[in-house]
């Protein structure tokens, strides 16, 4: 399967802890995307990577919140020192970058779901 | 501010009846809508991209319409099944704060009864 992967699909945690999810994008897609999801929400846009850069941040990514994508490919997302608020769905994804080949569609993958106790 | 809002938010309908979920967004100035479907748990699949220069796009039993001057898209799904039972987002890619941003809706919960 050649789609978006997250890992791990289910995270639960105390409070105070830091957690770190992963997201390999579809081979070749240079853009990804962090989105998270409360329950009965629509994604709310987190974080955006062309190749290894982080060009955009929304004001939800907190200084507890860091993301990365060292060589352009996987990228990470930690949170530090959780919080109950931060109980969400986790969801990556990725698309083409430019060209005819960027239709602007994104792709998503099953996503992560975070627990804090 | 882009503004997304489904109605309605959920919808119960027998099997085999044809049906349309809406959409409306409150900027105009879009560079695309896309149609989602979300399995309770799951992620997000994507169902049709519609551009800002198209009117509608079909795949199979979905045809999604946008009308951007109104602000507004359509999902038709005909002869609906059991299988079609999910949760329907839509989401616009608009400028702004952040031009590689989805804005969505909070979704219409879709079930099928048998």
């Known amino acids: 399967d050649t789609g978006v992967s997250q890992n791990p699909r289910h995270k639960i945690t105390k409070r105070g802890q830091n957690v770190t999810f992963r997201c390999d994008p579809i081979s070749e897609h240079n853009r990804l995307y962090w989105y998270r999801q409360t329950l009965g929400q629509g994604p709310e846009f987190l974080t955006y990577?062309?190749?290894?850069?982080?060009?955009?941040k929304s004001r939800l990514l907190s200084d507890r919140f860091s993301a990365e994508r060292p060589k352009g490919s996987f990228s990470t997302l930690e949170i530090q020192r959780t919080e109950q608020g931060d109980s969400a769905m986790y969801l990556c994804?990725?698309?083409?970058?430019?060209?005819?080949?960027?239709?602007?569609?994104?792709?998503f993958g099953e996503g992560s779901r975070l627990t804090v106790l | 501010k882009q503004e997304v809002t489904q109605i309605p938010a959920a919808l119960s309908v027998p099997e085999g009846e044809n049906l349309v979920l809406n959409c409306s967004f409150t900027d105009s100035a879009i560079y695309n809508l896309q149609w989602f479907r979300q399995d309770p748990g799951k992620g997000l699949t994507s169902l049709l991209l519609i551009q800002s220069s198209q009117r509608e796009q079909t795949s199979g039993r979905l045809n999604a319409s946008l009308d951007k001057s109104s602000g507004r898209s359509t999902l038709y799904i005909a002869a609906s099944q059991p299988g079609d039972s999910a949760t329907y987002l839509c989401a616009v890619r608009h400028p702004g704060a952040g031009s590689y941003q989805l804005t969505f809706g909070k979704g219409t919960k879709l079930s099928v009864i048998p």
């Open positions: 994804a990725s698309s083409p970058d430019g060209g005819l080949a960027n239709t602007g569609e994104l792709f």
């Open positions: 990577f062309q190749n290894e850069a982080q060009l955009e």
